[in-house]
């Protein structure tokens, strides 16, 4: 009987070590490309996640954003975000930036390398 609850255990903590693996709260990852196009080193762009809360934040390199996200394995649905309203000289990164956030359903994740997914391609890439 204890040979059987031990294999129990066993493979419940097994199942326990399955989650997707996701970045954890207080990582910033810059953004290094969008759409397939480098994006300049000190850009400013960055996101990073706050997985208690289920929240994402960051910068478009001109205005901050924040709103909620939804994980499901590797499902990652990212909800419209709030962002402030100031007026930068090139507007063209931030509004490639926020289409690329609506566009959003997965990620992958190796090393300090984030890459946000739409419908299976990568839409951007993020670095530690």
Known sequence: MRYILSLLILSLLGFTGC????????????????????VPEGGGAFIQFD???????????????????TLK????????AATTKKMCADMKQEER????LSQV?????KGTELK??????VLAVFSE
Do not use: H, I, W
């Not at 989650?19 to 480098?38: D, E, H, M, R």
């Not at 994402?56 to 709103?67: A, Q």
């Not at 394995?73 to 419209?80: C, P, V, Y």
């Open 51 to 69: 997985t208690e809360n289920k929240r994402y934040s960051g910068s478009t390199g001109c205005n901050n954003f924040n709103s909620s996200y």
């Open 97 to 100: 930036m926020l289409t690329m």
């Open 19 to 38: 989650k997707a693996p996701f970045v954890p709260t207080g990582t910033s990852y810059n953004l290094t490309q969008l759409f397939g196009q480098a």
């Open 73 to 80: 394995g590797k499902k990652l649905t990212l909800d419209e």
């Open 105 to 109: 359903t997965g990620f992958e994740q």
């Open 116 to 121: 946000l997914m739409g419908n299976e391609r």
